[in-house]
């Protein structure tokens, strides 16, 4: 019976959990959380609340309660050396110590690295401390992307044409960015369709696992504020509909070099998951970003469908042998939604903010799976938070099948929350095969 620590309280977690827990080696779960998940405590043996900062508590935690190994979910932990700290116990984790989770905390290592390893998918990309040379280099790009060059929650990166439209927006916008953080990051902007490829990797070997695509906007069409994501699909045979097989090879391609680059560089195996985000162009997959950590939602649409045993999975990665065993994921379609508050994501003048002390029932959810986020437990009820409540997973052979699910699992939850219906719908992939069949033709 191994005792598995879970750093983590959000969704993507209550999934890593749940997957944990399906084991048949009998494991014993301890939870390390900043908040009670009501999900995740109800299938730990133990749970510990504190804050992502306090590498302290966690050891602590972990050493009181003879930990084989853990599994950390978050960025901000990584970001923090949490993995640093239990390797100098004596315990393994999935998940990168902090100097290889640059790979996320830090845009501008990632697009270096791609760089000096000639690595294929980097954009058109400068890197600038001061504003020197920053208006020549905007003026030679067709399209413009901004990223401040360290953690943002998903929330940082300004898109010509979605953020701002000219260059000279473009140039004070950055210049804004240099006075809060050190570098931005100015890059070509692509034309295409995105799509998550979730890596586990052991420091040599990339196992890729199903295809996902996210949905960063918070309403229906891909329109208004990004957000954490807003749900996300899979499909049964693992890839995308508006893909070709040669972009996922290039994805995977990139990853696996990429690995095979951190190796080198820092002469430490990266142990844990690399997701890239990637994006289809007229000339191939092209490299967006990468995440140290599972997605959230991404990790609720592949995790339920793992075949092989998750802790199985976790210790061949510690140990470096993730080429001695056969991972499988059942071929099925799943729909991610999640239910927000009302006002998630939207300025507090259009209505958003914290819902104050909003409470929300869970009817009976059908056949859909439910994991919780931020969500409060309190004595008289569930209360929202400001953040993303709910995910509600729906798991079917076909993607209509698993919509419907999903579908009917979201109107079981009652309150002042709302969701995208557009998620997983034909109009919506419909819409994303035409754009890349008018950006490549033949
Ligand atoms: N070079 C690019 N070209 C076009 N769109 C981009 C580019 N880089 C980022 N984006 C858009 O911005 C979003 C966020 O950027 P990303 O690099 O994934 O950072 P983060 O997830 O940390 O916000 C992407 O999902 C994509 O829609
Ligand atoms: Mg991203």
């Known amino acids: 019976m191994p005792n598995i620590l879970l750093v983590g309280n959000g969704a993507r977690e209550h999934a890593i959990a749940e997957a944990i827990s399906r084991s048949k080696q009998n494991p014993r779960l301890f939870s390390y959380m900043k908040a009670n998940n009501p999900g995740i405590a109800s299938l730990s043996e133990k749970t510990l609340l504190g804050g992502y900062a306090d590498l302290a508590a966690i050891t602590g935690f972990a050493r009181e309660n003879k930990i084989e190994f853990a599994v950390i979910g978050p960025e901000d932990p990584l970001a923090n050396g949490v993995v640093d700290a239990l390797t100098s116990?004596?315990?393994?984790?999935?998940?990168?110590?902090?100097?290889?989770?640059?790979?996320e905390t830090s845009k501008a290592f990632t697009r270096n690295l791609v760089s000096k390893y000639r690595i294929p998918g980097n954009p058109r990309?400068?890197?600038?401390?001061?504003?020197n040379g920053m208006e020549a280099f905007v003026d030679s790009l067709e399209g413009i992307v901004i990223k401040p060059?360290?953690?943002?929650?998903?929330?940082?990166?300004?898109?010509?044409?979605?953020?701002?439209?000219?260059?000279?927006?473009?140039?004070?916008l950055c210049r804004q960015i240099l006075s809060d953080t050190a570098s931005v990051i100015i890059e070509e902007k692509f034309d295409g369709e995105e799509f998550s490829?979730?890596?586990l990797c052991d420091g040599k070997t990339v196992i890729p696992t199903p295809l996902v695509q996210d949905h960063k906007r918070r309403f229906e069409l891909d329109r208004g504020p990004n957000t954490g994501g807003m749900g996300s699909y899979s499909l049964p045979d693992h890839t995308m509909p508006f893909l070709r097989p040669s972009d996922l090879e290039e994805g995977l391609e990139i990853t696996r070099l990429l690995a095979a680059a951190l190796l080198e560089e820092t002469g430490e195996p990266y142990?844990?998951?690399?997701?890239?985000?990637?994006?289809a162009t007229k000339d191939g997959a092209r490299l967006l970003e990468y995440n140290a950590r599972f997605g959230d939602p991404e990790a609720m649409n592949i995790l339920p469908l793992l075949k092989t045993d998750f802790v199985e999975v976790c210790r061949h990665i510690i140990a470096g042998e993730l080429d001695k065993i056969n991972i499988e994921f059942e071929p099925l379609a799943t729909?991610?939604?999640?239910?927000?508050?009302?006002?998630?994501?939207?300025?507090?003048?259009?209505?958003?903010?914290?819902?104050?002390?909003?409470?929300?029932?869970i009817g009976d959810?059908?056949?859909?799976?439910?994991?919780?986020?931020?969500?409060?437990?309190?004595?008289?009820?569930?209360?929202?938070?400001?953040?993303r409540a709910i995910g509600i997973v729906g798991i079917a052979k076909t993607l209509a099948e698993a919509r419907l699910i999903a579908d009917e699992g979201v109107r079981a939850i009652k309150g002042p929350v709302s969701y995208r219906q557009d998620i997983g719908t034909d109009a919506l992939i419909r819409k994303r095969v035409e754009h890349m069949k008018a950006i490549r033709p033949k």
Do not use: N, W
């Open 125 to 131: 990309y400068k890197i600038f401390t001061d504003t």
């Open 365 to 387: 959810v059908g056949r859909a799976r439910l994991y919780y986020s931020s969500v409060d437990q309190k004595d008289d009820g569930l209360y929202l938070s400001s953040s």
């Open 197 to 199: 490829l979730q890596c």
């Open 271 to 279: 142990k844990g998951v690399m997701y890239g985000g990637f994006i």
């Open 335 to 361: 729909v991610c939604k999640y239910v927000v508050p009302e006002g998630y994501g939207l300025p507090a003048d259009e209505g958003g903010g914290p819902p104050a002390g909003a409470r929300i029932e």
């Open 149 to 172: 060059d360290g953690l943002t929650g998903g929330k940082g990166v300004l898109v010509q044409g979605d953020h701002f439209s000219t260059k000279d927006e473009a140039l004070s």
């Open 89 to 103: 116990c004596g315990i393994g984790s999935v998940g990168p110590s902090r100097s290889l989770a640059r790979l």
